[in-house]
C-alpha cells in the first residue's frame, strides 16, 4: 500500500507556510532548498524541485538509449571506454 502522510499548515498573510518537519523528512528537503508545486484538479502535489527536474529529464530522454544502441550496462561501459580512447588519440 502506498505510504501517505497527511498533515497541516497555516497559511501566514504573505501566503507562506512552514512545511512541517514530517513533510520535510519526506520530500529531502532542508533549508535553502526548492519545493515544486503542481496544481491539478484541486489538489496540489509538492515535490522536491532536484527530484522533479530529474524526473522530467528522465522522460525526456526516454528511450533515447536504446536508439543509440545501448541495451545493456555492458554497452554503457564499452561506449565509455571507446570514447576515453578517442580523447586520449
Known amino acids: 500500500m502506498e505510504n501517505i502522510l497527511v498533515d497541516n499548515a497555516k497559511v501566514m498573510a504573505k501566503g507562506q507556510i512552514t512545511l512541517p518537519k514530517d513533510i520535510r523528512d519526506a520530500l529531502g528537503v532542508k533549508t535553502g532548498d526548492r519545493v515544486t508545486l503542481i496544481l491539478q484538479d484541486n489538489q496540489v502535489v ?13 522522460a525526456a530522454m526516454d528511450g533515447d538509449a536504446e536508439k543509440a ?3 545493456s550496462d555492458d554497452d554503457v561501459v564499452d561506449l565509455i571506454a ?6 586520449n588519440e
Open 69 to 71: 544502441g545501448l541495451h
Open 82 to 87: 571507446k570514447m576515453r580512447a578517442e580523447e
Open 46 to 58: 509538492m515535490m522536491n524541485s532536484a527530484i522533479y527536474a530529474m524526473k522530467i529529464l528522465q
